[in-house]
């Protein structure tokens, strides 16, 4: 009767050491893919492309001994995109991107009384916005588990610029032309919606703070102050990793 029960019993040892091994694989495959779900659950890992149209609101101020005005272009465009984001655990996402602006070279246009003795005369004055732009910024954001949605901030830098133009009789003194660049720190937020593994649309608001420069205007010192808000809607193209 021994005889005939121990090799049962090492044929239902064997049977349940290879249950157990096959168990212990499935539990190790389910915690790796659960555990690269949590790494990037909606797939915005990799790097991505992509472009749209922008506007940008102008807020630059000139002024000199002469004259004080303030000038308000917009120019609407282009904009193109690429980067590369990761998401990491607890949904955290970051990452980093180039743009390119190609806006109109919008102008505004005004008519000011310039402060000169003995002098009356009104100058024809307009500051339009350079066509290209281009900038960099750093994301960081949250991926949602129950949505394909990315949610971020931005802050980077950015260089834009523009030419200012003054028109009037010789009299005024204050006639002349002069253009200048501005490299900016900005800040900003947005949001990417994921349609499928490859294709995405993305809305953004940014912020370049005004910075200042001095231009000489027919030899004439005067302070240039420019800053601009931008708001931007593109579609992206995500070679997910």
Do not use: H
């Amino acid at each position: 009767m021994k005889k005939l029960m121990l090799p049962a019993l090492l044929t239902v040892g064997l049977v349940a050491g290879e249950t157990n091994k096959c168990f212990a694989a499935e539990v190790e495959e389910a915690s790796g893919q659960e555990s690269a779900a949590s790494e990037d659950n909606n797939g915005f890992s990799g790097f991505f492309v992509g472009g749209g149209a922008g506007i940008d609101f102008y807020s630059v101020g000139v002024k000199n001994e002469y004259v004080s005005i303030d000038f308000s272009p917009k120019p609407f465009g282009a904009v193109l995109v690429a980067g590369f984001g990761q998401t990491l655990e607890n949904q955290v996402y970051v990452g980093g991107e180039l743009d390119i602006g190609i806006k109109s070279p919008s102008k505004d246009e005004k008519t000011v009384k310039p402060k000169i003795k003995n002098v009356s005369v009104e100058l024809k004055t307009s500051s339009k916005a350079r066509v290209f732009s281009i900038g960099g910024s750093l994301k960081v954001g949250y991926s949602f588990d129950n949505a394909p949605l990315l949610a971020y901030g931005l802050v980077g830098f950015e260089n834009y610029g523009g030419t200012l133009d003054v028109s009037g009789p010789k009299s005024a003194e204050v006639s002349g032309s002069g253009s200048e660049s501005f490299t900016s720190f900005r800040l900003g937020a947005g949001c990417n919606y994921k349609f499928d593994d490859n294709w995405s649309a993305r809305g953004d608001v940014l912020y370049a703070f005004k910075k200042e420069k001095s231009l000489n205007i027919s030899k004439v010192s005067t302070k240039v102050e420019a800053g601009k808000f931008e708001i931007r809607a593109m579609a992206l193209y995500n070679f997910s990793l």
